[in-house]
C-alpha cells in the first residue's frame, strides 16, 4: 500500500508541470484524454502535440456536426473561439516520443512487410488505394496541420474514424479524401492498418 501511495504521488508530480499551464477551458477534456494528452483505449483518442490547427478544426467540425460524436459534441459546443484556440494549443504543447528515424517509403522492402504495415506502406494501387504514409508521413509520424499523427494512436480509435468515414459520419476533411480511402478498405484491412500504427508507439 505504501508503495503505491509512493507511485501515484510521483506520477502526480510528474503531471503538475502541464497542469499548472493548462488553460480552465482545458480541464474537462483531461478527464478523458488525461493529462499528458495520451488519452485512454476505448475512451479517447491520443492527442498530445498534435498540430494546434488540427485540434481546433476539429472541435469545429463537432460543433458543425461534420463528426458525429455524443460525448464530444456537447463538450465542443461548450468551447468559443477562444476556448477552441486555448485548449488546441495547450494539447498541442504536451510532448510524445516518437521514432526517432522514421522508415520512409523505398526504405522498406515490400519483401520485408506483411498485413497492415504493408498496406500502410504500399496501399494497393489496382484499387486506386494510396498508402496511408504518403499523407500521413514515415511511420505515421503526421505532416502539417491537416495529416494526423496516427504513430501510437489507440488502434480502436483508428479502426473506428475508418469507419466514420465509410459511413459518412465524420467529414471535413479536404477534398473529401479520406472518404474516398476509407471506402476501398475492407474490415479485415482497417483492422490491420489501425493494429499497425497503434504499435509503432508514441510515448509521453
Known sequence: MKKSLLLASALAMNMLPAVADMPPQAAVCVSC??????????????IAGMPAPYLAAQLQHFKAGERNNAMMQPMAM??????????????????????????????????????????AYQGDWQRDLPSCVACHGPEGVGVGDSFPRLA???????ESQ?????????SGDTHGLMGSVA?????????AVASYFAGVGAKS
Do not use: C
Open 78 to 119: 461548450m468551447l468559443d473561439d477562444a476556448g477552441i484556440k486555448a485548449t488546441s494549443e495547450w494539447f498541442a504543447s504536451l510532448t510524445v516520443e516518437l521514432p526517432e528515424e522514421p522508415a520512409f517509403r523505398g526504405q522498406k522492402s515490400p519483401q520485408d512487410m506483411t498485413g497492415g504495415e504493408k498496406l
Open 183 to 191: 471506402s476501398k478498405l475492407t474490415a479485415e484491412e482497417i483492422t
Open 162 to 170: 475508418l469507419k466514420a468515414w465509410q459511413a459518412g459520419t465524420r
Open 152 to 158: 501510437g494512436q489507440h488502434a480502436d480509435y483508428i
Open 33 to 46: 484524454h488525461q493529462a499528458n494528452g495520451l488519452g485512454m483505449p476505448n475512451l479517447a483518442p491520443s
